[in-house]
């Protein structure tokens, strides 16, 4: 049986948030650490060469926002884990890139599985509920399934958040208390890990804490990475963009009849003349899924939550579709759609579903508390 994703509801300062939430998901979190830990030890990581990568992003993460290591140590004290072992789930990208380069694989890329995603939002004007609805399906290992959870993060300082993240953590979608909304698809070209920048799980955090959808897109815009990343924000006003990011450069997207949809290749005229695409050799399908969800979308006048997730149950293509079902990746581990995230920023709702090739039981998540 597919569990539904835990809530973990936590507040005060950043210390004990994490203390908190280290304590209610400690055992999602032991299972991070073991998933990213092994894929380490695969690469013949030695612990000295696993600390030194972590303190690496330990001095970018303070330079960007020093709360945030002190969320990270309360989250590492409360799971009885290490805080490198919390910085990497939060950095993990990032880490396993550059533990690739360390030891000279013929990539700093992993192949085998890609963090990837079919993205989606539906404009105020077009939508069956006159509510801008934003949403994605998130491909990735599908162990992720039982170390992922939902966070609702009661803040004094700026709006609540409610993000569905890796347990251990900060933030991967999610919406927040003034109506805007994230998420992000996995992208890739020649810039990559030509540079160290900000881990892409912190710069949705850092989006998700703003109070204005302006501020939201600075974060995303012109926060330094080390790789591309795809990252949809949306408002509860009636907007919504795609940024297309190369690690220092990004390219906009707007809404094409009401509709935004985006999965994991460049499609923007700027970026594809300036950026060299190379996502395609690890997700082909990429290149019909946005098709897919945009084309189920467009056939109804007004689509709403149910024809979003008709949209994202589609198995055309199967099992390289949007929704993918569990099956070996290019290499021998399980890839799958781990969820399906569907949102609606004016009522603070988020409903998730584990894993949705072979479950339909979604559970519903508020911000109020209803």
């Known amino acids: 049986m597919t569990q539904p994703f835990p809530l973990i509801e936590i507040s005060g300062t950043p210390l004990a948030r994490g203390q908190q939430y280290g304590e209610q998901a400690k055992e999602r979190i032991h299972t991070s650490v073991a998933i990213y830990g092994d894929q380490l030890n695969q690469l013949g990581i030695s612990h000295d060469e696993r600390n030194a990568l972590t303190e690496s992003f330990s001095r970018i993460i303070s330079h960007f926002d020093a709360a945030y290591l ?132 912190l710069i949705r955090r850092k989006a998700l804490e703003q109070q204005h959808m302006a501020l939201a897109m600075r974060v995303v815009a012109t926060t330094p990475k080390s790789c591309s990343n795809n990252m949809i924000l949306s408002t509860k ?28 290749h460049w499609e923007s005229q700027a970026a594809r003349c300036k950026v060299r695409e190379e996502g395609v050799e690890a997700s082909p399908d990429s290149l019909y899924r946005s098709w897919r969800v945009r084309k189920l979308l467009s056939e109804h006048a007004n689509p709403g939550v149910e024809e979003m997730k008709r949209a994202f149950f589609d198995d055309f293509g199967a099992p390289y579709s949007v929704c993918r079902p569990p099956r070996p990746g290019f290499s021998s581990d399980l890839s799958a759609t781990v969820a399906m995230i569907v949102m609606t920023p004016a009522d603070g709702v988020m409903e998730v579903l584990p894993l949705p090739a072979i479950n339909k039981d979604f559970t519903t998540y508020t911000l109020n508390g209803v």
């Not at 360390?102 to 077009?126: F, T």
């Open 70 to 201: 002190d969320e990270m140590q309360g989250i590492a004290q409360g799971a009885g884990v290490s805080l490198e072992s919390v910085i990497m789930i939060n950095a993990r990208t990032e880490v396993i890139a550059q533990a690739r380069r360390l030891k000279q694989c013929d990539s700093v890329h992993d192949d085998n599985i890609k963090d990837g995603c079919s993205g989606a939002v539906i404009l105020p004007e077009r939508s069956a509920s006159g509510k801008l609805i934003h949403g994605q399906n998130w491909d990735w290992r599908a162990e992720c399934a039982e170390s992922s959870v939902v966070v609702k993060i009661h803040r004094t300082d700026g709006p609540d958040i409610l993000t569905f993240v890796e347990a251990g953590g900060l933030a991967r979608s999610g919406l927040n208390s003034t109506g805007i909304a994230i998420t992000a698809n996995y992208l890739r070209c020649e810039r990559d890990y030509t540079q160290r920048g900000v881990p892409l799980s």
């Open 237 to 264: 006003e009636g907007f919504a963009i795609d940024f297309e990011c190369a690690p220092d450069e990004a390219f906009t997207l707007y809404p094409q009849e009401d509709l935004l949809v985006h999965a994991n």
